[in-house]
Nanobody
Framework: QVQLVESGGGLVQAGGSLRLSCAAS????????MGWYRQAPGNQRDLVAT???????NYADSVRGRFTISRDGDKNTVNLQMNSLKPEDTAVYYC???????????????WGQGTQVSVSS
């Protein structure tokens, strides 16, 4: 089994900062990539930022320059530092990881349970 556990959401005023963390645990052989997605009420789930095993990163245009994704490979964790938050950043944020489990050859996508981020104006 594989589990992704997120933490760090909450309520903050516009212009403030939050840091999200996601820890992967279980029968993990290799993590190919980890990232964050978000879903606001009535909207689809959209990419926020991802990071791959080679260290490359990808950001949504709406967060580039404000958010920073980082990964601690030794701890199988990924963090999202969110600065200069705006009300439109309000959403449930989900961690996603592409993982190859022990004794497996295929990488599968796993999701966390989500953490609420609310930004007041």
């Amino acid at each position: 089994q594989v589990q992704l556990v997120e933490s760090g959401g909450g309520l903050v005023q516009a212009g403030g900062s939050l840091r999200l963390s996601c820890a992967a645990s279980g029968t993990i052989f290799r993590i190919n990539s980890m990232g964050w997605y978000r879903q606001a009420p009535g909207n689809q789930r959209d990419l926020v930022a991802t990071t791959s095993a080679d260290g490359s990163t990808n950001y949504a245009d709406s967060v580039r320059g404000r958010f920073t994704i980082s990964r601690d490979g030794d701890k199988n964790t990924v963090n999202l530092q969110m600065n200069s938050l705006k009300p439109e950043d309000t959403a449930v944020y989900y961690c996603k990881a592409q993982i190859v489990r022990l004794a497996q050859t295929v990488a599968l996508n796993y999701w966390g349970q989500g953490t609420q981020v609310s930004v007041s104006s």
